[in-house]
């Protein structure tokens, strides 16, 4: 188990050097402005959805509802209007109520950092309260998005599309103040050459330094 463990930790390390080269100033693709309740709000959005399409709505919605208290105030149908461009909205809005009159009741309106806390949150799971308490707190925190899911099959690291699985892995490899920054980078690699579809592995720098043995197309 060491012997993996090890040979799994010279796999990261190398990601880690191919990300920093690769994408050395990527910006965050949700433009929340450092603002937790924004985040929040945009990352419930952003399920089966592009953060473009998040972005673009989340202008005129913030402005509507600049905060917890506005949201949960709204009424059935209002909050709607605003992102009905968005896939599954109809169910992303009674979560978005939810989710902000427990901020309000619970939590006087600010967003928690405690990973319990996030997660009695409507609309929130293990993935959003990561990236929250990583983005936001700089508290670390594994995002096992579909890309991060993907590229560690292929990688060998893990055997399993279990997110838990994923998430608990890999928090053992990465150093928890890299973990933010390496899921961000690990989406736009999945998005760039470790694609679900036809893959770039001739042109895949992991592979050119002999870091992705366990790789399966």
């Known amino acids: 188990m060491l012997t993996i463990f090890l040979m799994n930790k010279r796999v990261i390390e190398t990601v880690i050097d191919v990300f920093y080269e690769k994408y050395p100033d990527l910006e965050h693709g949700l433009t929340h402005g450092g603002d937790p309740y924004r985040l929040l709000v945009m990352a419930i959005l952003s399920a089966q959805c592009t953060d473009k399409r998040v ?24 909050l709607e209007e605003y992102i009905y461009s968005i896939g599954l909205y109809n169910s992303k809005a009674k979560s978005l109520r939810a989710c902000c009159k427990t901020l309000m009741e619970d939590f006087g ?7 319990k806390e996030l997660l009695s949150l409507g609309g929130v799971g293990r993935k959003v309260a990561n990236l929250i308490r990583g983005d936001v707190f700089d ?29 608990k892995t890999l928090s053992k490899l990465i150093p928890t103040e890299k973990q933010t920054w390496f899921c961000h980078r690990a989406v736009e690699f999945g998005r760039d050459v470790c694609r679900a579809k036809n893959p770039d592995c001739d042109g895949c720098p992991i592979k050119q330094r002999n870091a992705c043995n366990g790789i399966k197309k």
Do not use: C, Q, W, Y
Request: aromatic share 4%.
């Open 109 to 115: 309106g600010e967003v928690p950092s405690g990973f």
């Open 55 to 78: 972005n673009m709505v989340s202008k005129k919605l913030f402005e509507r509802f600049p905060d917890p208290r506005s949201i949960a105030a709204s009424k059935e149908g209002e």
């Open 139 to 167: 508290l670390g925190g594994i995002v096992a998005d579909t890309h991060l899911i993907r590229i560690s099959n292929r990688l060998g690291l893990v055997d399993t599309k279990n997110p838990l699985v994923v998430e």
